[in-house]
Each structure stands twice: as structure tokens, then as C-alpha cells.
């Protein structure tokens, strides 16, 4: 099993999300309803979590599909701009025209609502994500550069996320949910990497490095592949999240 807590201070990441025009923040001040496809939970239920792990997943195809009436574009394929890591001084790559495929086969395990965070666990059997990629640096002590094609596949994650909130008051007098922060660990089994074109075209040295690479998943997917998988998750839920609760009470939201 290969663990990230994916919090070392130097991981640095810029994402720019291109998603057709549409955006994830709703900033009206009239409240919503809690949307068609969610059932919320009663928080005095001994069984909140089963409760709320069954209705995450009955909205996961809703979800996916996207939701125009929470401005949720499709997610699966999910397209991105740009995404930038900065790994220290020992490592830059930046990833462009990405299209990410799996996200469907998100799955909640665990829900868990305490007074500044809701707690959520769930996985992904597979997600592959394609674009170009351009890279500088040292992977494994080993300098890389390249430019050019990429695909990364990641199997078996598990993600332990937390997702931290605050509740305020609007002139209805309702209180409301507004995310404070977002704090993701992920696992993987394994991971897969191909990188076109490195080391300018060296057929010799790019087919090595891409050996070596995938016989050595544990360090290049807590180096390159976590701080990756982390970014997209945190889009994933903390966007989508954002997207259903912004506006609608919380007590409308989890039920006393």
C-alpha cells in the first residue's frame, strides 16, 4: 500500500480549470433547496453515517452527469487547463489540456459530521489522466527533463478527506455552511506513468527513465503522482461540495 499525506509545505500547486464557461461558486443571498437527488440525514440518527455514505453515492451519477441548476459542469471526463507542481527546487512540471477520466467510479465508504468538519472517506478504482506535460528536475536523485504527450493511471485510491466549515448568519436569520478549508490524505495500490518525448526526443534515455519510473511507483507517486491525485480530488469534492451547499440552511442540509 502506498500512503501521502500530501501535507510537506514545499508541494506548491496552481490549477486553472477550464470548464466550459461554467463556475462552482454561487454567491446569491436567497436560499436554495437542498438538491432533488439528495435526501438529507437526521443528525441525532445513530445511523447519520450509513444515512449519509447511501445518499453520496445515489448522487454520484446525478453528479457526474453534471447539475446546470448548481452550475456542476461534467465531471467525467473532467477537462483542465492547466495544473503546476512545484516540487521544491528538485522538480517543476506543468500539465496542460488535461482530460481525466474515472472520476465515476467514485464511491463513498464513510461519512462523518463533527462541529467544524465533515469527515468523508471514499475511493476510486481508476482514474487516467491524459494531456501534454512539460517537466525540469530530479526525480529519485536522477535529472528529467521533457516536454511533450503524458499518461498517468492510478489504481485503487483511497481518500481520507477532511472538510472544514464554519456557519454564519444571513438576514433570514438561517444559518449557513461556508468551507474554511480542505485537507486530503490519499492511498494508491499502484500507478502507471508514460512521458512522450523526454530528455528531447532521446529515444534511449526517455524509454529508461520510463522503466524506471514504473518500477519504482512508491517514490514517484509521492513525489509527482499524489500531490496530482490530491489536486483533482480537491476539485472533485470540495468544489462539488461547495456547489450543493452554498446557500441552502444548514439545518435544511443535516437535518436535526
Known amino acids: 500500500m502506498l500512503i501521502c499525506?500530501?501535507?510537506?509545505?514545499?508541494?506548491?500547486?496552481?490549477?486553472?480549470?477550464?470548464?466550459?464557461?461554467?463556475?462552482?461558486?454561487?454567491?446569491?443571498t436567497e436560499s436554495k433547496k437542498v438538491a432533488s437527488y439528495i435526501s438529507p440525514c437526521k443528525k441525532a440518527d445513530p445511523n447519520f453515517s450509513e444515512c449519509a455514505v447511501k445518499q453520496a453515492n445515489d448522487a454520484v451519477p446525478h453528479l457526474i452527469d453534471g447539475d446546470k441548476e448548481h452550475k456542476i459542469p461534467k465531471l467525467d471526463p473532467?477537462?483542465?487547463?492547466?495544473?503546476?507542481?512545484?516540487?521544491?527546487?528538485?522538480?517543476?512540471?506543468?500539465?496542460?489540456?488535461?482530460?481525466?477520466?474515472?472520476?465515476?467510479?467514485?464511491?463513498?465508504?464513510?461519512?462523518?459530521?463533527?462541529?467544524?468538519?465533515?469527515?468523508?472517506e471514499h475511493t476510486l478504482s481508476k482514474i487516467v489522466l491524459t494531456g501534454k506535460y512539460t517537466i525540469s528536475g530530479q526525480i529519485m536523485v536522477l535529472p528529467i527533463t521533457g516536454s511533450g504527450p503524458i499518461e498517468i493511471s492510478f489504481f485503487d485510491l483511497q481518500f481520507f478527506d477532511k472538510?472544514?466549515?464554519?456557519?454564519?448568519?444571513?438576514?433570514?436569520?438561517?444559518?449557513?455552511?461556508?468551507?474554511?478549508?480542505?485537507?486530503?490524505?490519499?492511498?494508491?495500490?499502484?500507478?502507471?506513468?508514460?512521458?512522450?518525448?523526454?530528455?528531447?526526443?532521446?529515444?534511449?534515455?526517455?524509454?529508461n527513465m520510463n522503466k524506471l519510473l514504473n518500477e519504482n511507483p512508491q517514490e514517484v507517486l509521492r513525489d509527482l503522482g499524489f500531490p496530482i491525485a490530491k489536486e483533482v480530488a480537491g476539485l472533485m469534492v470540495g468544489s462539488v461540495v461547495?456547489?450543493?451547499?452554498?446557500?441552502?440552511?444548514f439545518d435544511e442540509l443535516f437535518l436535526p
Open 242 to 249: 461547495d456547489a450543493i451547499v452554498t446557500d441552502v440552511p
Open 5 to 28: 499525506g500530501c501535507s510537506r509545505p514545499w508541494i506548491k500547486m496552481k490549477i486553472i480549470v477550464y470548464l466550459v464557461s461554467l463556475g462552482f461558486a454561487v454567491t446569491s
Open 78 to 120: 473532467l477537462k483542465l487547463s492547466k495544473l503546476e507542481l512545484n516540487s521544491g527546487a528538485n522538480l517543476k512540471l506543468t500539465l496542460t489540456g488535461l482530460t481525466i477520466v474515472g472520476l465515476n467510479t467514485f464511491h463513498a465508504t464513510k461519512i462523518e459530521l463533527h462541529d467544524n468538519y465533515v469527515l468523508l
Open 163 to 207: 472538510y472544514f466549515y464554519e456557519l454564519y448568519k444571513k438576514p433570514d436569520g438561517k444559518q449557513y455552511p461556508k468551507r474554511t478549508g480542505l485537507e486530503i490524505n490519499v492511498t494508491a495500490r499502484d500507478a502507471k506513468f508514460h512521458l512522450d518525448n523526454l530528455f528531447n526526443g532521446n529515444k534511449q534515455l526517455g524509454d
